[in-house]
């Protein structure tokens, strides 16, 4: 199953998948073939993301992350840099990250709602949310956004300046919110509640004369 990133030129797409092994693939999408695999080792989880023109993969291990930066040209991947997750709760191992290009960004978050939420399991001390800035070059971190909100899901804007992201409260999806960040600063713009269940978000941009007329009133509030 690959976790898929087109590059902003559309022509390439970059492909991550952590089984049977994990492995990055270079695609060229207008002739649909393989121009590149990269095999990472076994004991990593991966995850890509666009900044740019630029493509970052996160590897995650138990105790350890690294960054990439991948180039479709290099025949081979240059050393990685280490990223420091900050982590209140260690004795709940290994956590699920997220990683996210947007506004020439990149950001990284803890993936909450799953099997792998440690919110359900024995944690000595509350497990933090929110999404934190990563420098690319660096690996450092430069800012924590919305400490306090614990991310399903997230995703850009159409132009990049805003985030959306399903808030989960609860790891049973009994308490569920829609909302709207400032990318830059992590500022909440607006919240929505939504009933209690698993939910999904995605962006697209929907010509008016198709939305019924109620729901377009509703969005406007």
């Known amino acids: 199953m690959y976790g898929l990133s087109f590059s902003c030129n559309t022509h390439l797409v970059f492909g991550t998948s952590n089984f049977p092994a994990p492995t990055l693939d270079v695609l060229d999408f207008s002739e649909r073939k393989l121009l590149r695999r990269f095999s990472l080792p076994d004991d990593v989880t991966i995850r890509g993301a666009f900044v740019g023109s630029d493509y970052y993969l996160y590897g995650q291990r138990k105790e350890s992350a690294a960054l990439w930066r991948v180039k479709a040209t290099t025949k081979e991947m240059a050393a990685p840099v280490e990223v420091e997750f900050p982590d209140e709760a260690p004795e709940c191992e290994l956590h699920d990250g997220s990683l996210l290009g947007a506004g020439g960004q990149l950001f990284l978050f803890e993936l909450f709602g799953g099997k792998g939420d ?81 939910w999904s978000i995605g962006l697209a941009t929907v010509p008016e004369k198709l939305i019924p007329h109620e729901m377009l009133e509703d969005t406007r509030k």
């Not at 497990?127 to 995703?155: C, M, W, Y």
């Open 118 to 198: 440690r919110r359900a399991r024995s944690c000595g001390k509350a497990v933090s949310g929110g999404v934190l800035l990563i420098d690319p070059l660096t690996g450092g971190t430069k800012a924590h956004l919305a400490p306090e909100l614990r991310f399903a899901q997230l995703t850009p804007g159409v132009d990049d300046r805003e985030l959306y992201g399903i808030d989960v409260r609860d790891p049973m999806w009994r308490s569920v919110g829609l909302v709207r960040l400032d990318a830059t600063t992590g500022r909440v713009l607006q919240k929505r509640e939504l009933v209690p269940g698993v």
